[in-house]
């Protein structure tokens, strides 16, 4: 690694004195400012073009990734290396994937985001790169255990504590920044008020705009708290009400203006109240907001229209993957980048062909379709964020650092705690639970960790509740169990005084519906764990005892059998309302609903 006159020496002097975060003068921002200029100045126009992009790469090593990554990289990007390709693109940032596998564990994912500063500062010109991943927490986590994982959004809505949204924004921050990852692609501002949204759900705080904004704000508050680490709110101008996934399809919002300024609006304008350091566009079509049939990406009504314009904000845009289908329905992969800077983005996120994207936003310049002026607003956009997250002064990390930072003992513990303010309990009938210790067969679905823990979720309930003193099995019965499968899981149940059931997305016509039905006709006291969504409990209707955890990771299920086990009270309150199985339009649960144990 370079020391720090090397790098100050690649940057061309031109940033020695940046701040490095926290508060400055008018004095220093105005220097700081024409220093930045400066380095633009400076730049060669494909420079400039590659500052744009942040780009996936595969392997856990800059410079020496497994081979199978090294075909993977030759055959989508034309480089071997992340090192080939910031030499080849001069790209301004890198996101981190687990399949890319760019996440290992923590002390690998430092030494590969060092391989990558490196890179970048001892070209010419060189800059250092802002490192990026989508760390949400919950079902959606690229940096697995040992590192701390806390419960994800809607868990954390239903707990209704904005200082544990700034809890879980401080320590995921710290640990975050130990690691060298600078821009994290959370909070979900997202108001999930359709139960049918196969993409957003859990991720989002909950259905009330109030109260997402309030944990949206907190949650910014704590990764400024951090120090370092660039929160992003997601996705603008709101994913929330779709039954389609913009990654397979083309979402059409159809709410009024109104309605978008009073269901949608408020969690980005708390976003951007906040001080807010990046917000992700949503490739969504809102007719309301924009009638041209373009995705909000492409949407320079709303993007620098509403965003910029009407609410003040001047912070850097990325948009949402590129390869996402919802971007690429309407326009071709050379078209699409080129028309996002012209409605006003400044990150390009993960491009499918990035030398088509490139060589496209390359040659708008050259046309004049794009003026090299307008790609200098975007620089400057990310350089200011470079430099507030102190990147032009200290570009790495250290190992020291992430021992030191990364899944420690206190971090872990404030995870468990926040986790156990989040389970919520929906049925009780005859005071089932809490239960007292005895023989438990843990049954249910065993979706893949979504997050690097150590699932199945029938296995981690098992190994908790035999923590807790009780005896339990553990039986997977998946997300679509078959007769023999129920009948296994049945006969089990004959030798055990409880059975424990994980549903995950529970149907009308679903399997585990009629492994819950079967298993609550043996007459064995039957508590069953939505581990996603909480709606399964509008079709379970005869199950005596029912919690939602909002996930399947692991601290989210061993809070759920504390409180399952009298550990712990269940503290959380749907955030979501529960509409009933046989009449949607009716409520069968609303929001703030939740049962307590008797005091």
């Known amino acids: 690694m370079p020391s720090r006159r090397t790098v100050l020496a690649a940057t061309a002097g031109a940033a020695t004195s940046l701040a490095v975060g926290g508060a400055a003068s008018a004095d220093d921002k105005k220097r700081d400012e024409h220093k930045l200029r400066s380095l633009v100045s400076r730049m060669t126009l494909e420079e400039k073009v590659g500052q744009l992009f942040v780009m996936r790469v595969y392997g856990h090593s800059a410079t020496a990734p497994d081979q199978a990554d090294i075909d993977a990289n030759l055959?989508?990007?034309?480089?071997?290396?992340?090192?080939?390709?910031?030499?080849?693109?001069?790209?301004?940032?890198?996101?981190?994937?687990?399949?890319?596998?760019?996440?290992?564990?923590?002390?690998?994912?430092?030494?590969?985001?060092?391989?990558?500063?490196?890179?970048?500062?001892?070209?010419?010109?060189?800059?250092?790169?802002?490192?990026?991943?989508?760390?949400?927490?919950?079902?959606?986590?690229?940096?697995?255990?040992?590192?701390?994982?806390?419960?994800?959004?809607?868990?954390?809505?239903?707990?209704?504590?904005p200082k544990d949204a700034h809890t879980l924004g401080r320590i995921a921050g710290r640990e975050l920044r130990a690691v060298g990852i600078r821009q994290n692609y959370s909070p979900v501002a997202d108001v999930n008020v359709n139960p049918a949204n196969p993409v957003i759900g859990v991720r989002s705080f909950g259905a009330a705009p109030g109260a997402v904004a309030r944990m949206v704000a907190a949650e910014v508050a704590g990764y400024q708290r951090s120090r370092q680490v660039a929160a992003t709110a997601k996705h603008f101008p709101g994913h929330g009400d779709t039954a389609v996934d913009s990654h397979y399809g083309f979402p059409v919002i159809t709410h009024t203006r109104a309605q978008w300024e009073k269901l949608d609006a408020p969690p980005f304008r708390a976003a951007i109240a906040a001080g807010i350091d990046s917000i992700m566009t949503a490739h969504i079509m809102v007719p309301a907001l924009d009638d041209s049939g373009d995705p909000a990406t492409l949407s320079r009504p709303i993007l620098q229209g509403i965003l910029r314009e009407e609410l003040g904000y001047d912070g850097v845009v990325v948009t949402d993957s590129l390869g996402m289908e919802g971007v690429r329905t309407k326009y071709g992969d050379d078209r699409v980048p080129v028309l996002a800077l012209k409605a006003g983005v400044d990150q390009l996120l993960n491009p499918p062909n990035l030398a088509v994207a490139w060589n496209a936003v390359l040659k708008a310049v050259q046309d004049g379709e794009l003026t090299e002026a307008r790609l200098d607003e975007s620089i400057l956009r990310v350089l200011r964020l470079k430099s507030k997250l102190g990147l032009f002064k200290e570009p790495y990390v250290t190992q020291a650092g992430v021992t030191r930072t990364v899944g420690?003992?206190?971090?872990?513990?404030?995870?468990?705690?926040?986790?156990?303010?989040?389970?919520?309990?929906?049925?009780?009938?005859?005071?089932?639970?809490?239960?007292?210790?005895?023989?438990?067969?843990?049954?249910?679905?065993?979706?893949?960790?979504?997050?690097?823990?150590?699932?199945?979720?029938?296995?981690?309930?098992?190994?908790?509740?035999?923590?807790?003193?009780?005896?339990?099995?553990?039986?997977?019965?998946?997300?679509?169990?078959?007769?023999?499968?129920?009948?296994k899981a049945v006969a089990a149940a004959a030798d055990v005084d409880a059975v424990v059931v994980g549903t995950y997305n529970v149907s009308a016509t679903s399997g585990q519906k009629t492994l819950v039905e079967q298993l609550v006709a043996t007459g064995k006291p039957v508590i069953a764990i939505a581990i996603r969504n909480p709606y399964d409990v509008a079709h379970l209707p005869t199950v005596p005892a029912h919690l939602a955890s909002y996930a399947w990771t692991d601290v989210e299920l061993r809070a759920a059998a504390r409180v399952i086990a009298g550990r712990a009270a269940p503290r959380g309150k749907l955030p979501v309302p529960v509409q009933r199985a046989d009449d949607p339009a009716a409520v069968l649960y609303p929001i703030g609903y939740g049962l307590s144990y008797p005091t």
């Open 75 to 161: 055959k989508e990007i034309g480089v071997r290396t992340a090192a080939e390709l910031i030499e080849k693109y001069r790209v301004g940032g890198v996101i981190y994937f687990t399949w890319a596998h760019n996440t290992r564990d923590p002390h690998q994912i430092a030494d590969l985001s060092n391989g990558i500063q490196q890179a970048s500062l001892t070209l010419p010109r060189g800059l250092p790169v802002l490192i990026s991943t989508d760390q949400e927490h919950g079902i959606v986590c690229r940096v697995g255990e040992p590192a701390t994982l806390f419960p994800g959004a809607m868990a954390i809505g239903a707990g209704r504590s």
């Open 408 to 487: 420690i003992p206190s971090h872990l513990a404030a995870a468990d705690r926040v986790a156990e303010r989040t389970t919520t309990l929906l049925v009780n009938k005859g005071g089932l639970l809490p239960l007292s210790k005895g023989r438990l067969l843990v049954v249910g679905a065993d979706p893949a960790s979504p997050s690097g823990t150590t699932g199945p979720p029938t296995g981690v309930l098992a190994a908790a509740f035999n923590e807790l003193g009780f005896t339990a099995t553990a039986l997977s019965t998946g997300t679509a169990p078959s007769a023999a499968t129920i009948a």
